[in-house]
């Protein structure tokens, strides 16, 4: 039983591990020549000791799970002393990017951010910073230093290196706000035919077997028994009972009701015992479920619908067509291309012909607006089709563009129209373009900032290093 409990935390342990490891990815376990080998590791070139201040840290660290875990043997001591050594990585990673950059934090910026951070008031409300031992001033006033280092080091990516053109911005302007019409070709991809989806019900049919049937719901037996025997002497009043009885107020108002159901639409309980049913106003025994005692009326007994019923078509459809996925999703790709093919050489007929599809037109409307018909009604295969905005951009009017892939199908437009915005409507905008070009920006350089921590640190630990220790 001990040996079971150790294991478990040693895993919720490790998953800590792993989730600290996660943010850069950059530990490497493999011993490297040439290094300092009494470095705890090596960062871009830049060996890290072991310190007291470092010590301070990972003391208090250990301390805080030593109060979770009381048997904190070697094996756990050693993955957070790794997770502890990673976290050290990535600071001095930063430090070394405001440096790159150029940042400065003021040891006057740090006092005040330790003093406005609330930490450190006694009981008197008196601040009391002063009182803390050395090691625990020094490790704080560093933590706070980085902290700031890392907030100015982002904002000055993010704010301070942003430099916008008139270029950019009349780009950035008629981009989202020119005005786009396109005749378009929809080739969806569960586009079956009536051959095919007939085969494969004759097949499946079966599954989708239905019955109508009312019931009344009670909590004990014997009420349920009682009900039972009576109604089978006079099943017309079998509404009476449910509205006396049935503890299901969703059907009482349908005189106990359930509608058109298919096997799987119920509990299995219940399914098994209506499904038995084969006349019109025969009645069941009681049916125990987790529900409670139903008392089953057969008002349609079991039948197979036909795929004429609108439901049922939908249904197999749908089913056939996730079954089918890749096939299906292959073919559709494949007529995309016809239609395309056909389409630049302006053989409408052919398309016509081979594949029943007639050209629509769209309305008018602006890059990342609801792309709507003729009647200014939203058109609903375009649904966050950003593939589609990014190719009326590039394409220039007449252009078709190959087949792309939308949600449930391709399309294989042909641009209309591209209607430019005004000069004046941009000077309207431009307070709001220079805001969102500045907001593109930004989030291009926080990511770009990412992307250097991340991919252009090398670090190494020495052979000697603890982080290389096994147990």
């Not at 007291?52 to 250990?62: A, K, T, V």
């Not at 098994?272 to 084969?278: E, R």
């Not at 000077?427 to 990412?450: A, C, P």
Request: proline letters at 3%; one cysteine or more; charged letters at 25%.
């Amino acid at each position: 039983m001990k040996k079971k409990t150790n294991t478990i935390i040693f895993y919720i342990v490790a998953v800590v591990v792993i989730l600290a490891f996660g943010v850069f990815g950059v530990i490497y376990f493999t011993p490297n020549a040439g290094v300092p080998s009494n470095a705890i590791v090596v960062v871009n070139g830049q060996p890290v000791y072991w310190t007291r201040e470092l010590g301070f840290s990972y003391n208090q660290i250990i301390e805080y799970w030593k109060q979770r875990i009381p048997d904190l043997n070697e094996q756990y001591q050693q993955l957070i002393f790794n997770s502890f050594i990673q976290q050290v990585v990535e600071d001095k990673i930063f430090e070394q990017a405001t440096l790159d950059y150029k940042i400065r934090v003021s040891n006057t910026r740090v006092n005040q951010k330790i003093k406005d951070s609330g930490m450190f008031y006694d009981e008197k409300g008196e601040f009391a910073f002063a009182k803390l031992s050395k090691d625990q001033q020094i490790y704080y006033f560093n933590k706070f230093k980085s902290d700031l280092s890392k907030e100015v080091l982002e904002n000055d990516l993010s704010f301070g290196s942003v430099f916008v053109t008139n270029f950019e911005l009349d780009k950035y302007y008629h981009i989202t706000h020119d005005l786009y019409k396109f005749e378009y070709f929809y080739i969806p991809i569960d586009k079956v035919s009536d051959e095919e989806l007939e085969k494969y019900y004759s097949s499946v049919k079966s599954n989708y077997e239905v019955m109508q049937a009312a019931h009344i719901l009670v909590k004990d037996l014997e009420t349920a028994q009682k009900i039972a025997i009576e109604l089978k002497q006079d099943p017309n009043k079998f509404i009476e009972y449910v509205l006396k009885y049935s503890i299901d107020e969703g059907s009482k108002t349908t005189g106990g009701d359930l509608g058109i159901f298919d096997r799987k639409t119920m509990v299995k309980e219940f399914s098994d015992a209506a499904f038995k049913l084969t006349k019109a106003g025969e009645v069941s025994d009681p049916v125990k479920s987790e529900y409670g005692y139903h008392i089953i009326k057969c008002i349609k007994p079991p039948y197979i619908p036909t795929l004429n019923d609108p439901k049922t078509r939908e249904k197999v459809l749908q089913d056939y067509t996730q079954i089918n996925e890749a096939v299906l999703l292959d073919k559709a790709k494949a007529n995309a291309q016809k239609v395309y093919d056909y389409y630049v050489k302006n053989d409408l007929k052919s398309i016509e012909k081979e594949f029943g599809f007639k050209p629509s037109k769209t309305g008018e409307f602006a890059y990342r607006q609801t792309i709507i018909d003729e009647n200014n009604t939203s058109i609903s295969e375009f649904s966050g089709a950003n593939d589609v905005y990014d190719q009326l951009v590039i394409l220039n009017i007449g252009a078709i563009s190959k087949p792309i892939k939308l949600d449930k199908g391709f399309v294989v437009l042909k641009v209309l129209e591209k209607n430019k915005g005004t000069k004046e409507l941009f000077e309207q905008k431009l307070t709001d373009v220079i805001r969102d070009v500045i907001g593109v920006f930004k989030y291009i350089l926080s990511n770009d900032l990412k992307v250097f921590l991340q991919n252009k640190s090398k670090v190494v630990y020495p052979k000697n290093s603890p982080v290389n220790a096994k147990y």
